[in-house]
T-cell receptor, first 113, second 112 residues
Framework: NAGVTQTPKFQVLKTGQSMTLQCAQD?????MSWYRQDPGMGLRLIHY???????DQGEVPNGYNVSRSTTEDFPLRLLSAAPSQTSVYFC????????????FGQGTRLTVV | GESVGLHLPTLSVQEGDNSIINCAYS??????FIWYKQESGKGPQFIID?????DKRQGQRVTVLLNKTVKHLSLQIAATQPGDSAVYFC???????????FGQGTELSVKP
């Protein structure tokens, strides 16, 4: 039982490049979400999903896309990376649609130059 | 708008003392609150929760107090240890599900 697995752990992108941050959970949780965390700041919700085939926007969705084709996977796509997207990204899953008792991944540190 | 916020961004305590981390909320309809702990370089970890029909809930060395009159909750850590050094977040998950939004967090530093 691995919990929530994020890949990669570190990534450097050039401005304008695209990439996908992977997130997988093996706990059969319906709720999954993506957050970004900038230095000295809290967690800001990017997108979330309450089940396969259902996604919705969080607080800061611009510049990011998500999809939820399976219960296990919730990838986050950056279509055209910008320096403002330099951050640490966390994926989380929860056994309830309220996002309670969420399990977080270890994070992906992304730098856009 | 509705929000969850914390009174202080940083808190420094002596090892062995008790710590109190405060959180204010604005939505009087909130019925559930949770606390997370984030150690340096790691993802947040669920600590404890409390429902609005309770005033107090105790865990292992941690206690949550809820004051609905003033819309305030606090996380108390007894006999604070160096391993308690972390950022602590509170959150009030929406009833209908979806946007789990966190406050800014309070960074707790424990002095030996």
């Amino acid at each position: 039982n691995a919990g929530v697995t994020q890949t990669p752990k570190f990534q450097v992108l050039k401005t304008g490049q695209s990439m996908t941050l992977q997130c997988a959970q093996d706990m059969n949780h319906e709720y999954m979400s993506w957050y970004r965390q900038d230095p000295g700041m809290g967690l800001r919700l990017i997108h979330y999903s309450v089940g396969a085939g259902i996604t919705d926007q969080g607080e800061v969705p611009n510049g990011y896309n998500v999809s939820r084709s399976t219960t296990e996977d919730f990838p986050l796509r950056l279509l055209s990376a910008a320096p403002s997207q330099t951050s640490v990204y966390f994926c989380a899953s929860s056994p309830t649609i309220r996002g309670t008792e969420a399990f977080f991944g270890q994070g992906t540190r992304l730098t856009v130059v | 708008g509705e929000s969850v916020g914390l009174h202080l961004p940083t808190l420094s305590v002596q090892e062995g003392d008790n710590s109190i981390i405060n959180c204010a909320y604005s939505n009087s309809a909130s019925d559930y609150f949770i606390w997370y702990k984030q150690e340096s370089g790691k993802g947040p970890q669920f600590i404890i929760d409390i429902r609005s029909n309770m005033d107090k809930r105790q865990g292992q060395r941690v206690t949550v107090l809820l004051n609905k009159t003033v819309k305030h909750l606090s996380l108390q850590i007894a006999a604070t240890q160096p391993g308690d050094s972390a950022v602590y977040f509170c959150a009030d998950p929406p009833n209908q599900g979806g946007k789990l939004i966190f406050g800014q967090g309070t960074e707790l530093s424990v002095k030996p």
